[in-house]
């Protein structure tokens, strides 16, 4: 693995833990001067732990370099122009309202009574790990910090995917790159100010984690622990940790390994237990449901109208995807081979949000035209990730959906 991308790695884990212990000391009532200490000693031994053996390495190379330099540059130059000064709707009437709320230690709990469209039961990471950091700046510059910092997810994502795939291939590594600097929705939806993107780097980098655990099985506690944090990022969260989980049981659950991923998922599952069980109120698509849900099942109408969404949204906004997905599908019909289990992973998280529309109890166009493409957004740089392995020529990546899901052994050993 590249020394880089294990440093975003770290990162990431540091974003998740801060946000969960911030939220642990406001409980506890603790002066926000140690939960400074605990973040930086909490930091430090993520460091010790999980820093590479050699320093920080950047790509080498001249191509290499100015490819990088120039992603990085087309990617900010559009951010400058396309990022919503305040972020859209969901940002400073959720994320942004809830991240105040947490930011005043004395009234924090009054987040919960606002129960009509403030949604205090959406797991709190992004408002934790923002809440957080405006009281580390003493809250003189709430908004930089926030736009700063949803910038910051926005650039690190195609930055972690171009230093896994770079080595590989230069040229498949310098596509994706610019396909994300150029991909206007992306950088829209990236500097919204809303958790999606969070949630799709937390996902991304459990994909990551996992992929180098097979050499370094201390990647397989990061792995784990990012599942936690996509469910303590956003409620679907949990929806993506569920299937990822199943779909690598056989690493994650093996006798080897297990003791890995229950060290990984031990602070987020704490963490999500105490909010959702002592603080958070009931989720309003859990309590919609009712014996109206069966009959949902089988209207028809439902399953057109999330179809013709769910193609408009394709060609709106995940045309690079599409093709990407195209070729890949061609490629592995022309050599007559299963498509990588790890595609059919985010086929199946896609059908699961997709049959979510299909149950909801609110207007089906609106839940659809309000949502639906920023959930196809939380999958998108996944996605690029496993389709970048793919045409990279990454050899581990060969391992067919059939060895797996058809050979004799039992999926779950």
Not at 95 to 105: C, E, G, I, K, M
Not at 177 to 190: C, E, H, M, S
Not at 370 to 386: G, K, V
Request: proline fraction near 4%; aromatic fraction near 16%; charge should be positive.
């Amino acid at each position: 693995m590249q020394n880089a991308g294990r440093y975003i790695l770290i990162t990431g884990a540091a974003i998740g833990s801060i946000s969960m212990l911030y939220f642990l000391s406001l409980i506890c009532g603790l002066p926000f001067w140690t939960d400074i200490i605990i973040a930086a000693i909490g930091c430090f031994y993520l460091y010790k732990f999980f820093k590479p053996s050699i320093g920080l390495d950047v790509p080498t190379g001249r191509l290499a370099i100015a490819v990088f330099i120039i992603g990085v540059v087309i990617l900010t130059n559009k951010v400058y122009y396309l990022a919503p000064k305040y972020g859209l709707w969901d940002a400073w009437a959720i994320w942004n309202l809830h991240a105040s709320y947490l930011a005043d230690a004395a009234h924090w709990k009054q987040m919960f009574l606002n129960k009509t469209f403030g949604h205090p039961d959406y797991p709190l990471a992004l408002p934790g790990i923002l809440a957080f950091l405006r009281r580390l700046f003493l809250g003189a510059i709430d908004m930089p910090v926030t736009y700063a910092f949803h910038f910051a997810v926005t650039l690190v994502i195609p930055v972690l995917i171009y230093f896994e795939t770079y080595a590989r291939s230069i040229f498949i590594a310098a596509l994706a790159l610019i396909l994300f600097a150029t991909n206007d929705f992306y950088l829209l939806q990236g500097t919204a100010q809303m958790a999606d993107t969070l949630l799709a780097f937390f996902f991304l980098c459990a994909l990551v984690s996992i992929e180098h655990g097979r050499q370094d099985r201390k990647m397989l506690i990061l792995a784990a622990f990012f599942l936690g944090c996509c469910a303590w990022t956003k409620n679907e969260g949990l929806i993506l940790a569920l299937i990822f989980l199943l779909f690598n049981a056989n690493i994650l659950f093996s006798r080897a390994n297990i003791k890995y991923f229950f060290l990984g998922i031990a602070l987020p599952a704490i963490t999500l237990a105490i909010f959702k069980l002592g603080y958070a109120p009931p989720n309003d698509m859990v309590q919609g449901q009712g014996k109206h849900t069966y009959d949902l099942l089988f209207e028809k109408e439902r399953y057109k109208l999330v179809y013709h969404f769910f193609k408009t949204n394709i060609k709106e906004s995940f045309r690079d995807v599409k093709y990407g997905v195209l070729i890949y599908i061609i490629i592995c019909i022309f050599r007559r081979q299963w498509p990588d289990r790890r595609l059919a992973m985010i086929a199946a998280c896609l059908l699961v949000y997709m049959m979510v529309y299909i149950v909801s109890p609110n207007d089906l166009e609106w839940h659809l035209f309000t949502s639906q493409n920023r959930l196809m957004h939380q999958l998108m740089p996944a996605t690029m990730y496993i389709l970048a392995l793919k045409f990279a020529g990454n050899p581990r990546a060969n391992q067919g959906f059939r060895v797996r899901f058809f050979s004799n052994r039992s999926f779950l050993q």
